[in-house]
């Protein structure tokens, strides 16, 4: 069974940066588009951004563009997002899952997998 790892969270300064990482075990993930969510206490789950199962087709919601850059290295059955400019109100639990509708939205019945989680905590 196709099981996903997210990695790379921690404490930032406002203005910081992090890389998270989003592996594949059990199963490689190359067939499919995978998104990724945040979910801040008290508050809904909420789409990030999206890449194609190929890489070159990539997707941002307003909070993210021009901040964060999602990528992928099929080889390594890997998905990153690459986080800059971080400000307070990113912090989140963030998800990887897999997308089984061409990440054309956020919608919970596009996306199948999930991960565990991973914590972003940006304060000064």
């Known amino acids: 069974q196709l099981q996903l790892v997210e990695s790379g969270g921690g404490l930032v300064q406002p203005g910081g940066s992090l890389r998270l990482s989003c592996a594949a075990s059990g199963e490689t993930f190359r067939r499919y588009p995978i998104g990724w969510f945040r979910q801040a206490p008290g508050k809904e789950r909420e789409g990030v951004s999206c890449i194609s199962s190929s890489g070159t087709g990539t997707h941002y919601t307003d909070s993210a563009k021009g901040r964060f850059t999602i990528s992928r290295d099929n080889a390594k059955n890997t998905v990153y997002l690459q986080m800059n400019s971080l400000k307070p109100e990113d912090t989140a639990i963030y998800y990887c899952?897999?997308?089984?509708?061409?990440?054309?939205?956020?919608?919970?019945?596009?996306?199948?997998?999930w991960g565990q989680g991973t914590q972003v905590t940006v304060s000064s």
């Open positions: 899952a897999t997308n089984i509708n061409y990440c054309s939205g956020y919608r919970p019945e596009d996306f199948d997998t």
